[in-house]
Nanobody, 121 residues
Framework: QVQLVESGGGLVQPGGSLRLSCAAS????????MGWYRQAPGKERQLVAT???????NYADSVKGRFTISRDNAKKTVYLQMNSLKPEDTAVYYC???????????????WGQGTLVTVSS
């Protein structure tokens, strides 16, 4: 069974930084794109950032210049460095692999369980 496990969330003051990690485990042949999404209370889940296997990135306008997504393919891990955090960044952050390839050749979409980020003084 394939799992994505996030870590690194917590409480931080406005202007502070956090680094989220998401590690994939289980029967995996390869992982193509990976991404981070977030869902604030009472709002829909929204895209934060994505990264392809070769490192091409895409960001939501609201986080450009403040957040950086990266990945370590050998460790099957994706990271989200979040700087200059604002109260409106408060949300549950989810890791996503939309087209992970199993050893059978089957494509899977996998979500992590989420990690809470709270930005407050």
């Amino acid at each position: 069974q394939v799992q994505l496990v996030e870590s690194g969330g917590g409480l931080v003051q406005p202007g502070g930084s956090l680094r989220l990690s998401c590690a994939a485990s289980g029967s995996i042949f390869s992982i193509n794109a990976m991404g981070w999404y977030r869902q604030a209370p009472g709002k829909e889940r929204q895209l934060v950032a994505t990264i392809t296997r070769v490192g091409s990135t895409n960001y939501a306008d609201s986080v450009k210049g403040r957040f950086t997504i990266s990945r370590d393919n050998a460790k099957k891990t994706v990271y989200l460095q979040m700087n200059s955090l604002k109260p409106e960044d408060t949300a549950v952050y989810y890791c996503n692999a939309p087209n992970l390839v199993a050893p059978t050749g089957r494509y899977l979409e996998v979500w992590g369980q989420g990690t809470l980020v709270t930005v407050s003084s």
